[in-house]
């Protein structure tokens, strides 16, 4: 039975890879997501806590005022915490899951990509001349414990220096996994607003997530009993449903590991004659966005900064200093990027559109002409529909600052 989850992108939810299933799974989660919503935004600037939830709005990283409530700015608010908590979706990887949860590809010499194959955020492997430096630590403490052989198929050199290219749990829960596995001396670098966000706003965040969940998961429990369904989708949803009750199990139980080193502005290594650049370009999708650039491979590791095959935009985001990053890369001359989310990417092509939406967005004054021009960008692979729900979200998030 095929129970693989499609690698999930921006704006979609997760369903199962035999035709047919997504409708029931799309609908239950877009109930959570409804939740989500009723409960987002009876938020008010400078709360501090609502059912188990403690995060001060006012103090979050470019949020001064909460945004009025629209079909497409707080569903996506909403699907971000979706996709936080689908990106724990991984129970404990057997040695044989190993080439399975993870594509590592060499973009240039000692340097890999590390792509995932099912869901998770992208990272990265630089191996220097005397040790290795990771980017980002995955999605769940099982999918870093499943990465540390990979690592040491390639070399025997010690893992020093975990960098998390920004505060969200699908980049940072693998931190506990590398702290507890590793000797001394070790260190997960950050930028401060990274360490600050991940203190403060990833310990509410998390059980509000497994809450959310644990009902989502209830109402799906009570659909196989009560909803007529056919013996492989019967089938299918109970594992689906059984998979999530042990993911939920997994997040509820995660520790939060903040970094152990931060700075601001610029963090240059010297490893030899190579140069790794670790460069401060938020606030922006969050307030502490890092790249790390390695500028004679013309090689950069973006994180959510550049995601495929469209960006993530959450209200609280900068439009402006999101573009300003965009064009830092743009500068560099890169031959390889490698995305927080979605395929590896050659070249500059997505760059460059990425860069022309964020322009037409920031200049457009109505939705309509919005949708007019930007449909010219539209890569000839994405769906229409998907491409204008993207860019109207994205409007959204300019329109709410």
């Keep these: 039975m095929d129970l693989r989850i499609p690698r999930l992108q921006p704006g979609c939810l997760p369903g199962f890879s035999r035709a047919g299933q997504r409708p029931v799974l799309t609908g239950l989660l877009e109930e959570q997501a409804d939740e989500l919503i009723n409960q987002t935004t009876r938020l008010k600037p400078g709360d501090t806590k609502y059912e188990g939830i403690r995060v001060n709005i006012s103090q979050a990283p470019g949020v001064d005022r909460m945004p009025p409530r629209t079909d497409s700015n707080w569903r996506i608010r909403s699907m971000t915490w979706l996709l936080i908590a689908f990106s724990m979706w991984l129970a404990q990887p057997t040695d044989d899951d190993d080439d399975v949860l993870f594509d590592i590809t060499e973009i240039a010499r000692g340097v890999h990509a590390v792509m995932r194959e099912q869901i ?3 990272g990265a492997i630089v ?10 630590s ?4 099982a999918a870093a414990r499943a990465l540390l052989p990979r690592i040491r198929k390639l070399t025997d050199l010690p ?5 998390n290219t920004h505060w969200h749990t699908d980049h ?8 507890e596995s590793l000797p001394q001396p070790f260190d997960i670098v950050a930028h401060a607003a990274t360490r600050r966000d991940i203190s403060r706003l990833g310990p509410g965040l998390l059980p509000a997530t497994v809450r959310f969940g644990r009902q989502a998961l209830e109402r799906g429990r009570n659909r196989l009993k009560s909803e007529a369904f056919s013996e492989v989708q019967r089938s299918d949803l109970t594992a689906f449903l059984d ?13 939060l590991a903040v970094p152990t080193m931060t700075f601001e502005g610029e963090l240059t290594l010297h490893r030899g004659g190579q140069e790794i650049r670790l460069v401060h370009l938020g606030p922006a999708h969050t307030a502490g966005d890092v790249v790390v650039v390695l500028p004679e491979e ?10 495929a095959p469209r960006l993530y935009a959450d209200p609280g985001a900068d439009l402006n200093r999101w573009l300003e990053a965009l064009r830092f890369l743009d500068d560099k001359d890169l031959a390889v990027i490698v995305p927080g989310h979605g395929p590896l990417l050659r070249g500059e092509e997505h760059l460059h559109r990425m860069i022309a939406v964020l322009e037409l967005v920031l200049e457009s004054s109505d939705e309509a002409s919005l949708l007019e021009r930007g449909a010219d ?12 729900a993207f860019l109207r979200e994205t409007l959204a998030v300019k329109d709410s600052r």
């Design 120 to 122: 998770g955020a992208n």
């Design 127 to 136: 191996i220097t001349d005397r040790d290795v430096i990771v980017v980002d």
């Design 138 to 141: 995955q999605s769940s403490p």
């Design 159 to 163: 893992i020093r220096l975990v960098v």
């Design 172 to 179: 940072v829960l693998g931190n506990r996994a590398y702290l």
């Design 243 to 255: 998979d999530y009750e042990l993911c939920l199990d997994q997040l509820s139980a995660a520790d």
């Design 298 to 307: 013309r090689v950069a590791m973006a994180g959510d900064l550049l995601t």
């Design 377 to 388: 960008l539209r890569p000839q692979e994405t769906d229409a529909a998907a491409w204008s």
